[in-house]
Nanobody, 123 residues
Framework: QVQLVESGGGLVQAGGSLRLSCAAS????????MGWFRQAPGKEREFVAA????????EYADSVKGRFTISRDNVKNTVYLQMNSLKPEDTAVYYC????????????????WGQGTQVTVSS
């Protein structure tokens, strides 16, 4: 059983930056592909970014390409999401998720989820 705990959310002005962290415990972190998803009020949860087990492969939603960077530290058992040039439409609860095997943008393929961290971008 893998436990995931997100942190780093908060309130930021448009154009600003935040770095989210997701600390994992209870499993062998390097065996899991990791993803970030987000859910805005009144909207469905959507894929943001994913990173492979060794951190070699990454995938991004078109809406965040060039602004967000996903990375991981398999020694610290942590995955990060660096968010730059934030826009009001990035406002959402951000979740990290884990699955054994290769990365995917399909949230149904992820088994373990964190509780989420709120990101609010003011205009």
């Amino acid at each position: 059983q893998v436990q995931l705990v997100e942190s780093g959310g908060g309130l930021v002005q448009a154009g600003g930056s935040l770095r989210l962290s997701c600390a994992a415990s209870g499993g062998t972190f390097s065996l899991y592909g990791m993803g970030w998803f987000r859910q805005a009020p009144g909207k469905e949860r959507e894929f943001v970014a994913a990173i492979s087990r060794a951190g070699i492969s990454t995938e991004y939603a078109d809406s965040v390409k060039g602004r967000f960077t996903i990375s991981r530290d398999n020694v610290k058992n942590t995955v990060y999401l660096q968010m730059n040039s934030l826009k009001p439409e990035d406002t959402a609860v951000y979740y990290c998720a884990a699955r054994r095997g290769s990365i995917t943008a399909n949230e149904n393929e992820y088994v373990y989820w964190g509780q989420g961290t709120q990101v609010t971008v003011s205009s």
